[in-house]
């Protein structure tokens, strides 16, 4: 066989080994966008352990599934806080903050948090048209 032969097969091997491996947990807090239409806007996020999310506000309500289970503290700019904890695979509910009211966001855990999180936009349509029709 040749080198070159020798070569190909060696990286196909590997490409094939490293991409059947899970990714490594984020040492650093991440948001991805995930979709986006008139209704909802659907992102990911992993928080990092001890990686507290910048102040921020959320002008919508928003679905939050649990990608992962963790405890989450979250703090007010007035300096209150409350602690939250989440189940892996299950959904919760989160309204829209109070006019002016800013909070961030702590992963208190020791392993990532991952959540992926659904805002509906206000005045969206109450159907789209993408995706599987809903049970009645």
Request: net charge positive; hydrophobic share 30%.
């Amino acid at each position: 066989m040749t080198i070159r032969k020798t070569s190909c097969l060696v990286m196909l091997a590997f490409g094939v080994t490293s991409a059947s491996r899970p990714e490594p947990p984020p040492s650093a807090t991440v948001r991805t966008p995930q979709f986006e239409n008139d209704a909802v806007r659907v992102w990911k996020t992993s928080i990092a352990p001890g990686q507290p999310l910048t102040m921020h506000r959320h002008e919508n309500g928003r679905v939050i599934v649990a990608l992962t289970s963790g405890t989450l503290r979250i703090v007010k700019e007035s300096g209150e806080s409350r602690t939250v904890t989440w189940q892996k695979g299950n959904a919760y509910w989160l309204p829209a903050d109070p006019p002016g009211e800013r909070h961030g966001d702590l992963n208190e855990g020791t392993t990532p948090l991952e959540v992926m999180v659904v805002e509906l936009k206000p005045g969206g349509p109450s159907s789209v048209g993408n995706g599987p029709a809903r049970g009645r």
